[in-house]
Structure formats: structure tokens, C-alpha cells
């Protein structure tokens, strides 16, 4: 087996081989080979045919108040002739390193199985809740401010960018949008698309909120189907819900997507005789510490302390060892690799998710495996914590 990137010429290979194991049309693949700037992996049978590919896209992402670099994983493939042959683990043991000498953070995918990409160290994520609101029930009162529609002649790029930036600054593994990734604002043709983008302005004329939505005919109704929703604060919020109550008349319920964040809750008023519903969706993604010592050194944590880890990497030999952490108000004073019995034994893929703030320490201790405690050490509590969660993104 040959294992290594591709060549610009074989980039149709790799989008015709992505169109036939997804069993979708070739022209909607992702890869635009005459515009293509992102690292394909292959895996090559003795003949020098293609087997496997994947596509790691670069993204800065939000990590604890760090902007870092996260190599997003995408277009995961195998021709059903090759499958069970190793050409997807190849390419990742080959990719992996390349990542971490390349200065990469973490790296993040979507999976076909939690099992399959845990054996290489990644490891469930952000979580998010599915909303379904009955229109019919919205009632309270609603803040002073106007909603506006986004079309290509009045596209509000820079107004909906700064909605995004609030959780860009507050959730961790979001991406970091630059100019762009607005280009959609700026070809909006609702009257053709019927895909309506609506900006909601507060009193002081500061955009607060915005969403894109669809209308849809389900079995419950004819409902507003969200593909976009975000909002910086509990009026943003309360403004989105004014604009569907607004639409009422011909939309049962609509339906939406946000942080996994219980506090949420209490945006509206009324939960009884099914006003609203939510869903915890499965998990949206999984994530991979690359670097371990930069993670922990950008890391926040709580309080001053000292900490011992042994991180075990099968694909990344550098992060094996352990890592003892200073930290003092919060931020690490100092990381480096040391000797004798660490506090905890982690996989990599357990500490990727914990580091990044899926749970606190007391409710991993009981639950995550990859995890052992070597000796009590209450300072593990104040490095593994739960934190603010969502990505938005898809590659």
C-alpha cells in the first residue's frame, strides 16, 4: 500500500471516487479541483490505484480565548472494492504527524461511526438541541427593534457577521468566519431560492440575531425549517421569535438549532401543552487534540495548581509522556514533560474531549473510558470542567 497526498491532477480522481461511495451526483461534491487549496490524502493498492481518500480543510476555530489552527477532516472514502484494507487508518497515521509538525491545534470531523474514528483518538463533542416551537403559543411581550430581510442588493454582510462573532468569542471549536465566508450574503435571491434571511435590529439599531429558514410541508404541519440561527443575546433571541410570530398565520411550528446550554430554557415563557419541545441531538462531531502541550498550554483552567498527566497517543508519538501543568489565575505558567506517577492516565481521545469542555472532571471520573486515576488529586477538577460548546460549521 503507497500512502501519500495527492497531485493537483488527481483531483477529479478524488471527487469522482467521493460522488461514487456517497452515491451522490459528481458535480455536488465538495472538491472544486480548478479551485482547490486543501490536503488530500490517498491510499494507493501496488498498482498505484486509489482505494481511500480523505480531505483535511484548514480553519481557525475558538479555543478558552485562543484563536487556533484545527485541520477539519472531510470526503472520508473508500471504493467498496478496497473496504477493510486499511487505506483509511494509512492515511491517517500518515496525516496525523504531518498535522502536528504543521502546527495544528486539534483536528475535527463528522463520523459514519463513534467507534471507528475513536481508534484514532478523536473522540464526541459539541452537542446541540433541536427546538420546535408552536407558533400558535408565542405569546409574550417582544422587544422594541425591527427585523430585515437580507436579499443581494441589501445583503447586511457586516450585520450578520457581527452576530456570529459573539459566539465565535464565547463557544469553543467554533470557526473564526472570515470576509469570505459571506459570499452567500451577498447572491441572496430569496424570491428565487425561497431561502429568507432575516437580520433583527434592536431599538439602537444594533443587529442582535439573524436566521435563514425554509418553509417545509411535514407531518406536522407546514413549518419554518432553520438552517441559520444565532442570536447575541436574550432579546436577539426574543426578536427572532417576534419575526415567526409574525408568520404565524401559515407556519405551525418552527424549528431550529443551538447550543446544548439547559439556561436556554428560559428564553420563553411557556413550555406546557407542547409550546415547545427540544431534542438532544446526537453528538455534532468529534474532536482530536493534535498538540497536546500547545492545548495545554492555551488551556483555561480554574484557579492556581499543579497537575500531572500522561497522555497515550497511538498515532502521535509526541504527545505520549506525562505533562506536568502549572497554572495560576487561570492560565497555564508552565507545561513541561516529566517523570514518576502521574495524577490521571488518559487516552488522547478522552483528554481531546475533556480539555475541550464536554463534561466536568466528577462526571468523567465515572463514565469516560480512556480515563484512570492514579492518585486523587482535587486539582483535576479545576483543569477539566465543562464548557460552552457549538460549532456551525460543516466539511
Known amino acids: 500500500m503507497i500512502v501519500r497526498k495527492t497531485k493537483p491532477e488527481e483531483y477529479r480522481r478524488v471527487n469522482a471516487l467521493f460522488a461514487i461511495c456517497f452515491e451522490q451526483p459528481y458535480q455536488n461534491c465538495p472538491i472544486d479541483p480548478e479551485q482547490d487549496d486543501a490536503a488530500h490524502w490517498a491510499a494507493y493498492d501496488d498498482s498505484g490505484n486509489m482505494m481511500s481518500t480523505f480531505t483535511i480543510s484548514d480553519f481557525s476555530i475558538q479555543f478558552d480565548g485562543h484563536i487556533c489552527k484545527m485541520g477539519g ?20 497515521q500518515a496525516a496525523l504527524p504531518e498535522l502536528y509538525a504543521n502546527g495544528y491545534d486539534f483536528s475535527y470531523l463528522y463520523p459514519f ?95 442582535r440575531a439573524y436566521t435563514t429558514f425554509r ?33 404565524s398565520a401559515d407556519h405551525r411550528y418552527a424549528k431550529f438549532q443551538t447550543p446544548a446550554l439547559p439556561a436556554l430554557q428560559y428564553l420563553l415563557p411557556e413550555w406546557s401543552l407542547g409550546a415547545v419541545t427540544w431534542t438532544l441531538l446526537p453528538s455534532s462531531g468529534m474532536v482530536r487534540a493534535v498538540n497536546v502541550q500547545s ?49 490521571a492516565v488518559l487516552s488522547v481521545s478522552a483528554f481531546s474531549a475533556l480539555i475541550a469542555g464536554v463534561c466536568d472532571f466528577e462526571e468523567a471520573r465515572h463514565t469516560f473510558f480512556g480515563l484512570t486515576i492514579r492518585r486523587e488529586n482535587p486539582v483535576l477538577d479545576q483543569v477539566f470542567f465543562r464548557k460552552p460548546l457549538m460549532i456551525t460549521d460543516y466539511f
Open 73 to 92: 477532516v472531510g470526503g472520508v472514502a473508500t471504493l467498496p472494492e478496497y473496504r477493510r484494507r486499511g487505506g483509511i487508518r494509512a492515511c491517517f
Open 113 to 207: 461511526s463513534t467507534a471507528y474514528y475513536r481508534k484514532f483518538g478523536f473522540e464526541t463533542c459539541v452537542q446541540k438541541y433541536a427546538w420546535s416551537v408552536d407558533l400558535s403559543q408565542l405569546g409574550f411581550s417582544t422587544p422594541s427593534g425591527s427585523f430585515r430581510l437580507a436579499e443581494a442588493d441589501r445583503p447586511m454582510t457586516e450585520a450578520i457577521r457581527s452576530v456570529d462573532q459573539t459566539w465565535e468569542r464565547h463557544f469553543n471549536m467554533m470557526v473564526q468566519h472570515g470576509e469570505e465566508a459571506y459570499q452567500w450574503t451577498r447572491e441572496a435571491e430569496p424570491a428565487v431560492e425561497q431561502a429568507f434571511t432575516y437580520v433583527w435590529f434592536d431599538e439602537a439599531n444594533r443587529p
Open 215 to 247: 418553509a417545509a410541508r411535514e407531518a406536522d404541519g407546514r413549518n419554518l425549517i432553520c438552517s441559520r440561527f444565532c442570536f447575541a443575546d436574550r432579546e436577539g433571541f426574543a426578536g427572532l421569535m417576534q419575526l415567526f410570530k409574525s408568520l
Open 295 to 343: 492545548v495545554l498550554e492555551k488551556a483555561r483552567y480554574r484557579g492556581n495548581g499543579q497537575v500531572k498527566l500522561e497522555v497515550q497517543d497511538g498515532q502521535i508519538s509526541e504527545n505520549n509522556g506525562r505533562f506536568v501543568v502549572t497554572f495560576a489565575e487561570n492560565r497555564a505558567v508552565s507545561v513541561e514533560k516529566g517523570t514518576g506517577e502521574a495524577d
